[in-house]
């Protein structure tokens, strides 16, 4: 098999992932995306070993890499969608646009000492 047509379907891969990061407004659906991508980077990893015909198999070791950091960010990424939404009640990109929620929190202690102060 030539080695053009591994390569041609991981850009393509590469290319549909690009699009999901930039197009997509649903955390969900990037993270998907950003894995479409680490995909692509695997197939030509190996593509690239069984080419080149390495000894060592490093492609396939790097793959197994990007395999266990892809799980890793999986699991990650997905305890941080599930925090926000559970937070937020949204998983769109679009309406966090700010880190900090609404409570203005515990009133400021310079307030109380000028009181106190004055009386």
Sequence with gaps: MPLLMPVVLACLLFAVGIFGVLARRNAILVLMSVELMLNAVNLNLVAFDVYLRDQLLA?????????????????????????????????????????????????????????????
């Design 59 to 119: 492609g396939q070791t790097f793959t197994l890499f990007v395999i266990t950091i892809a799980a890793a960010e999986v699991g990650l990424g997905l305890a941080i969608v599930l925090l926000v939404y559970r937070n937020r009640e949204t998983a769109q990109l679009d309406d966090l646009h700010q880190l900090r929620e609404d409570d203005p929190g515990p009133p400021d202690v310079r307030d109380d000492t000028r009181e106190t102060a004055a009386r």
